[in-house]
């Protein structure tokens, strides 16, 4: 996958340091990204012009040479580990096989991401490493821009996250409605677990995995981030919010349906209708230039002028509006930029979600959520599914 690392390059000149430096696996998205290499365990990074990678066993660094984008892979032992352990100990070891695979490259001051193990900063600062602490996230900053081959990507993981809503959606149709309003199918209670199950196992089947994700009914749909559990009601809105990770690119996808079986409560067709007039704003305020600020700021005009409460109009209400219109995805689910009241400026190749929504536990939860990219003249639609409440 190309990328582009000048704005890295800049940072390095501009904070005064020779290279850039992560010690994590790889389910740190900054050390994916920048080492191009997928592993369970720690090993360090180092971008100076050029990507190099340290290994503290010999386990990984085989498929390291084949499949990372370094241009060097070395390993502890390529810096006398052991005769170092012999002369300072297990612990001090590493510290300084770390300083010797920095001087190798001439490097004597290092960034090192928001979040860096302070054993790793303490130890190559006794060695004489200046280590300085990049607060904004560079690498995170960049990967807010996506290549064409990255968008492909969120693409692929999109189309799995359909057929995913799909198979959940069926189950709502296919269900009846019991004497208590709760649904059923095959005799039995229709429960979020049940629905979560399918949604799971489509995904498996096109490629992708999640750990969880939200079938929420009622009050527990009044929760943004509740997961939901148990009976699912004909009387209550459901929301079915899934956000699946490919599990061969990691890349994610986002989106969200609420569903009604039957006709929906007055108020629940009223906030459904008025979430995607919101939507719809967002969407018309959505072109590179304009800033998530901005984007958040047309989603609240309309519940506020409609009568809803909104955390920009009043920071302590629990209900209306209750939280940003979206946030970007790829390699974390969430990540740069943000459509929210601290969102700035949007670029093409940023991939953000559209996602407004009002919660009340009185009512249930009512949200509508598209994926999509920014583009030189508005933004694409990257979500082929439906809107719509009833079932």
Same mark, same amino acid.
């Given at each position: 996958m190309d990328r582009d690392l000048s704005a890295l390059d800049a940072y390095l000149d501009d904070a005064g340091v020779d290279g850039y430096l992560i010690d994590a696996d790889s389910e740190l998205s900054d050390q994916y990204y920048l080492s191009g290499f997928d592993a369970p365990d720690p090993f360090v990074t180092l971008y100076d012009g050029e990507t190099h990678l340290l290994f503290p066993r010999s386990l990984e660094f085989g498929r390291a040479k084949r499949e990372s984008r370094a241009d060097t892979v070395e390993r502890y032992v390529d810096f006398d580990h052991q005769s170092k352990i012999e002369d300072h100990g297990t612990d001090e070891a590493v510290s300084y096989v770390l300083a010797d695979f920095l001087g190798s490259y001439d490097v004597d001051s290092v960034a090192v991401p928001p979040r860096f193990p302070l054993r790793t900063a303490d130890g190559l600062r006794a060695r004489d490493i200046e280590v300085t602490a990049d607060t904004d996230?560079?690498?995170?900053?960049? #990967?807010?821009?996506?290549?064409?081959? !990255?968008?492909?990507?969120? #693409?692929?993981? $999109? #189309?799995?996250?359909?057929?995913?809503m799909a198979a959940a959606e069926d189950l709502l149709a296919a269900a009846t409605i019991a004497a208590d309003d709760t649904l059923e199918l095959d005799g039995e209670a229709l429960t979020s677990e049940r629905v979560k199950e399918e949604i799971e196992v489509t995904l498996l089947r096109n490629g992708c995995s999640l750990d969880e994700t939200i079938v929420a009914c009622g009050a527990d749909a009044a929760d943004p981030h509740d997961r939901g559990s148990g009976p699912l009601s004909a009387t209550e809105p459901i929301i079915v919010d899934i956000f699946p990770r490919d599990k061969e690119t990691k890349y994610h996808a986002d989106m969200t349906r609420t569903f009604s079986k039957g006709e929906p409560s007055e108020t629940v067709r009223e906030w459904y209708d008025l979430t995607e007039r919101a939507m719809d704003a967002a969407f018309e305020a959505l072109e590179a230039g304009a800033t998530g600020e901005g984007v958040h700021d047309a989603?609240?005009?309309?519940? !506020? !002028?409609?009568? $809803?409460?909104?955390?920009r109009d009043d920071e302590r209400t629990e209900t209306g509006f209750i939280h940003s219109t979206g946030h970007g995805v790829g390699l974390d689910v969430h990540e740069l930029p943000r459509l929210s009241p601290t969102g700035g400026d949007l670029e093409p190749g940023h991939v953000v979600t559209v996602e407004p929504g009002l919660y009340d536990p009185a009512v249930g939860g009512v949200r509508i959520e598209d994926i999509v990219v920014v583009t030189a003249d508005g933004y694409e639609n990257l979500t082929d599914y439906e809107r719509h409440l009833v079932v």
């Open positions: 996230g560079i690498v995170t900053e960049i #990967r807010a821009t996506k290549t064409d081959a !990255e968008l492909e990507h969120v #693409r692929a993981a $999109q #189309r799995a996250n359909e057929a995913a989603v609240c005009d309309v519940y !506020e !002028e409609a009568g $809803q409460p909104t955390l």
